[in-house]
């Protein structure tokens, strides 16, 4: 069964500043792994998915995340963080059998200060 | 979204009393989910489908129940709901291995 860490409840970081959020991911075969954002009060936005391949993936808004199979790790990185981007992060990991279930981590919370 | 529907969008309901809230896509998918989302929890997988009457249990199917009678519709039942299932409830479904989640929009359920 796989599984997924987010280790940060919640970060703040200030606007125009760098941004990484973490993950950890628990699975025995080659997983997919996604970053979902939540607005308050929203539905869950895909921002970008790692099937295989290139290990850094691109994804929207100026979002990048790198796939580190030797750290089972998923970082999702932003070079300049916009008050926009205040939101709630939620990394998955998705499973090609029993059904392609994707477990979430227990998110991130991003607060944007001036 | 367009494809996926939930209703109702609100309900409170007593305890003891039961629900059932439904899941409606318009996208002839074969898997269908439900989670819960909770602070501090993010999305808990309460149970998937993988095609008509096909059904399993996820992380935390305690107390819930489903059925998938049609492709395009997806029920999830609480039997005698539960304060401690007062939740938002999310639909969601995927056509293949290689696609993300689709959500819906979620489902607010208090149980007073």
């Known amino acids: 069964a796989q599984s997924v860490t987010q280790p940060d409840i919640h970060i703040t970081v200030s606007e125009g500043a760098s941004l990484e959020l973490r993950c950890n991911y628990s699975?025995?075969?080659?997983?997919?792994l996604f970053w979902y954002v939540q607005s308050p009060g929203q539905g869950l936005q895909l921002l970008l998915k790692y099937f295989s391949g290139d290990t850094l993936v691109q994804g929207i808004k100026g979002f990048e995340a790198e796939f580190k199979r030797s750290q089972s790790s998923f970082n999702l990185r932003k070079p300049s963080v916009h008050w926009s981007d205040a939101a709630e992060y939620f990394c998955a990991v998705g499973a090609e059998t029993g059904g392609f279930k994707t477990i979430f981590g227990a998110g991130t919370r991003l607060f944007v200060k001036a | 979204d367009a494809g996926i529907t939930q209703s109702p969008r609100h309900k409170v309901t007593e305890t003891g009393t039961p629900v059932t809230l439904r899941c409606h896509q318009t996208e002839n998918h074969r898997y269908m989910y439900w989670y819960r989302q909770d602070p501090g929890h993010g999305l808990r997988l309460i149970h998937y489908?993988?095609?008509?009457?096909?059904?399993d249990k996820g992380e935390v199917s305690d107390g819930y129940s489903v059925s998938r009678s049609k492709t395009e519709d997806f029920l999830l039942t609480l039997e005698s709901a539960t304060s401690s299932q007062t939740s938002v409830y999310f639909c969601?479904?995927?056509?293949?291995?290689?696609?993300?989640?689709?959500f819906g929009n979620g489902t607010r359920l208090t149980v007073t």
């Open positions: 969601a479904i995927v056509g293949d291995a290689n696609s993300p989640l689709h």
């Open positions: 699975y025995g075969a080659t997983p997919y």
């Open positions: 489908s993988y095609g008509v009457k096909d059904t």
